[in-house]
């Protein structure tokens, strides 16, 4: 191949890679419904149900950084058929679980396949399209992000209420198997890169144990006490592992990040943006599946439906900030978004009813969905070319961890009605929400900066 950005194969290629990052990001959300299914039919307690969310979100993000540089040092065509196959077989041994071991195992492997294919398949459209033609690439890859979320509440609906929440895992198989056939006669093949950096396989190990031990403190501490010793001691032990993880990332050769990016306002802004609304909106989907099966019974078909309403708002939201972002700048369009998911979630907290839940939770949907815009368009806003792989890597990170600790904490505040005992829990943990948006409105006008983004930027995400 001469060219490949002449070569007419390059939007059947992005359809493939928007596949296989579809299949990743789905997986995120469409286990939101079978939840309750799947803790009943294993015989699963509540903190291992939350694992079944974070196992995979926490390996996901905190592995990512090491997949993209695996992808620049192994070559992208390498990596990605690598991460879809490690990511299609996990899938078939999550839908065969019989127990917590294996299905907690099986997320852990999907999220390190997920972690190699991400970035890899990114960096490929980065490096397929130019000019125009990568912003609008880059438009339908956020699209799929937001599309893929809401979706997969839906589709997890489907199939847990036909064939069985086994489904869930099972329907990545046949399409894994199709675009990784596909992918294998159209990926161009590519040279790694000739510099002899090295992996930093520690930098990766400590960062996801870190955050692995804040996540294991946080969906204990419904059972233990916030304030307890078991819990406050597991947090203490999570910070001291960042503070490893920090020291070696000065130490050693090729660190896995260059933690000096996170000191500018604009990143350190918009990751702190992409944590909030990624642990809201996972919250929100958590509380919404739980009480609409086990409070108000309702079927697994009949809840991912219900969730439609959330689905379209959540995008509309996401098309109203990208519309309005290069005009006003990031900051009104952060304040309003979390503003709305504020009064959203706060809905819930203060009466009661699926209605109401439904319409308070598709509210708080739209305001997340423009908090994302906001988040990455002041990312990235100020990066210089070179680094826009390191940031968006970082903003896929923090919003992994951003799921994986927003269901963490929820599923802890609202333990009582998880196990379903009462409805008061609910009524917590929305109000828990709720308070975390306000209060992040507020840092949102501090923290995120004035002005408005490059034009370059504003409608790339």
Known sequence: MSDPTLDPRRWRLLALLGAAQFMLILDVTVVAIALPHIGADLGLARGTLTWVVSAYTLMFGGLMLLGGRAADLF????VVLTGLLVFTAASLVTGLAGGAAMIIGGRIA??????????AALSVVTKTFHGD??????????????GGSAIGVLLGGVLTAGPGWQWVFYVNVPIGVVVFALLSRTLPADQPAPDRARLDVLGAILVTAATGTAIYALINAGDRGWVSLATLGT??????LY?????SQQVVRSPLMDLRILTRRPVAAGTFLILVATALMIAVFFLGSFYLQHLQGYGALRTGLLFLPVAVATTIGAHTAGQNIGRVGARPIALAGLLIAAVGTGVPAL?????????GISVAAAGIGAAFVAASTTTLAQVEHHEAGLASGLLSTFHEFGAALGVAVVSSIAAASIAGTSDEGFTRGFAFAAITAAVSAVLAVLVVP?????AAHAHAH
């Open 351 to 359: 009466w009661a009813g699926s209605a109401v839940v439904v319409a």
């Open 450 to 454: 004035a002005g408005k983004p490059a």
């Open 133 to 146: 033609e990568r912003n609008k690439a880059l438009g339908i890859w956020s699209a799929l992000g937001g």
């Open 75 to 78: 070559g992208t065509r390498r």
């Open 243 to 247: 503070g490893v993880f920090a020291f």
């Open 235 to 240: 947090l203490a032990g999570a910070v001291v």
């Open 110 to 119: 999907q999220g390190i396949g997920a972690a190699i294919l991400s970035p």
